[in-house]
């Protein structure tokens, strides 16, 4: 454990896995997340990417400005899916309930 | 390559340091006996099969990073519930690849074989689930018709409200995406393929004496054969020489929970609606649903619209599933086949492409054993009936009988 240096508390990823990761030649900040699992938490990469991004620049000899973000994926914070479920925008399809905002059978029978 | 080339599978604790899989930004080679075009699960099973099979001067060009198309945005499901005997035969091979993947490429790729629950909602899809069970059944796949009241013993926090009958076939499975291509990326560059990412390819150029010029963004590439796995963009590749390929790009879209303790055994699907959803040995309920009427496009935007109607039907399904948090959305394209089937083997007058492609957000789970199979084929041995079954031609000549549609594309 000594010396152990975390960049991405979520998943438990360190520096040395950072470094194994662009040792096999996974080294695009896309392939680094997936090697590695950095970003995949509930904070989805925003405490620890710019962490990982200068560490991958260091470790690569890029310039900072040459390592772009990673795909950032919705939603914006993680969301419950009793919530989702009551967009009305949801497509219904011809067995679901009936009425724009009809919802879930579940909290139809509470 | 040095003396610690990676023969072993130590690499798992981190501590040797192994030759790199991809290439990075060195030269292209000038020539190749093969060149195979799309670094996905497809083209590196392939190269890793030719590879091994002692082909020398095998070359793979991926557009952008490894994993970037859709084998790096499916989700995870291997099954060997189809429609037709050929695609059930071959998920049976496909499945016993995917138990001897850790052991054979030395990747763990948390395959968990917690079986498949079709779930129907009407004597249809009922009646539909019972003649496939009948055809899987001959092929020795135990499949099995189940009361709504059994499909509960499986999965207790089912609401049935609306189920009138399930199957399920106990040795359907998942597994990890991700670490299957490095698996067969890795192995594949230790056989002595070479990988090379962030290669766009541009032209093909055909020679006279047989073979083509890959031309890309980073240099030439003679190639004495080229196979077209780029899934999606097949058409794209194959337009580059005329051959017309009659797949198209359907986005499905797809999303990832918060990761929970380990509860649901079978990946959950639902006719009515392609829902699906299964839990990975992360812990997260990864699922989707077919919104019917979508356009063909290369687009891979994330919508309001599918997180809605994926919770709404997910939580209807499994209502206790309504406080568990959504923690990322994305998508990727199937490349969607007229009949359903792949298309595979050399194209009709141009001998030397060859195609892998058509799998309809299938070739994730078609991979392991098409791989095998083209790599048994193009290493001098007798082609598998897939090659002359799923041609090209039966497209526009009627070699294939209308009976081999494949109809249970779901999810």
């Given at each position: ?6 960049l ?9 896995d950072?470094?194994?990761?662009v040792?096999?030649g996974?080294?695009?900040i ?18 620890c990417?710019?962490?990982?991004a200068t ?5 690569t ?5 040459a ?5 950032s ?38 | 390559?040095?003396?610690e ?24 080679p ?108 001959r ?7 189940l ?44 056989h ?30 003679r ?33 990832s ?30 699922g ?93 041995g ?30």
């Amino acid at each position: 454990m000594a010396g152990k240096i975390v960049l991405c508390r979520c998943e438990d990823v360190t520096l040395a896995d950072l470094e194994h990761s662009v040792s096999r030649g996974y080294r695009d900040i896309e392939e680094v997340k997936r090697y590695t699992g950095f970003g995949t938490g509930p904070c989805q990469g925003k405490e620890c990417l710019a962490a990982v991004a200068t560490q991958l620049a260091l470790l690569t000899g890029q310039a900072p400005s040459a390592i772009p973000p990673f795909t950032s994926r919705p939603p914006l914070a993680p969301t419950p899916l009793r919530l989702l479920a009551r967009d009305p925008g949801a497509y219904r399809f011809p067995d679901d309930p009936e009425g724009p905002d009809a919802p879930p059978e579940s909290e139809r029978k509470r | 390559m040095d003396e610690e080339e990676d023969t072993s599978r130590a690499d798992v604790s981190g501590e040797v340091r192994l030759p790199a899989t991809l290439e990075g930004a060195g030269p292209l080679p000038e020539a190749a006996e093969i060149v195979i075009v799309g670094g996905g699960v497809v083209g590196l099973s392939i190269a890793y099969h030719l590879a091994k099979g002692g082909l020398e001067d095998v070359v793979v060009v991926e557009r952008g990073y490894l994993a970037e198309g859709a084998s790096g945005r499916n989700g995870g499901g291997v099954r060997q519930q189809w429609s037709t005997e050929l695609n059930i035969r071959l998920m049976q091979e496909s499945v016993e690849l995917c138990r001897r993947f850790a052991v054979d490429l030395g990747v763990n790729v948390w395959f968990r074989q917690g079986g498949y629950l079709f779930l129907a909602r009407n004597a249809a899809e009922v009646a539909r689930l019972e003649k496939n069970i009948a055809l899987q059944n001959r092929c020795g796949v135990a499949t099995r018709m189940l009361e709504p009241r059994q499909a509960l013993e499986i999965v207790p926090e089912l609401d049935l409200t609306g189920i009138v009958g399930a199957s399920y076939n106990p040795t359907d499975g998942i597994l990890f995406p991700w670490p299957f291509l490095w698996g067969y990326a890795r192995q594949a560059a230790s056989h002595g393929a070479r990988i090379f990412t962030q290669t766009p390819v541009s032209g093909l150029e055909p020679q006279k004496a047989g073979g083509y010029v890959v031309h890309t963004a980073r240099g030439a590439i003679r190639a004495r054969r080229v196979i077209n796995a780029t899934g999606a963009w097949s058409p794209r590749l194959g337009a580059m020489i005329g051959v017309q390929i009659p797949t198209y790009p359907i986005r499905h879209e797809i999303c990832s929970s918060e990761p929970l303790k380990p509860f649901l055994r079978p990946m959950v699907s639902e006719l009515a609606s392609g829902l699906y959803c299964s839990q990975s040995m992360r812990g997260e309920i990864v699922g989707g649903v077919t919104i019917p009427g979508h356009e063909s496009t290369y687009g891979m935007g994330s919508t309001m619209q599918f997180l809605a109607t994926y919770a709404r039907r997910l939580v209807r399904l499994m209502p206790i599933l309504g406080d568990i948090k959504i923690l990322r959305q994305w998508a990727g394209p199937y490349d969607q086949s007229p009949d359903g089937n792949p298309i595979l083997g050399a194209v009709p007058g141009h001998p030397d492409f060859f195609l892998a492609c058509g799998f309809v957000g299938h070739g994730f789970m078609m991979a392991p054993i098409v791989g095998k199979l083209y790599g048994e084929w193009l290493t001098g041995g007798p082609p598998h009936e897939i090659f002359s079954r799923y041609t090209l031609g039966r497209f526009t000549d009627g070699s294939t009988p209308p009976h081999d549609k494949e109809d249970f594309n779901i999810g």
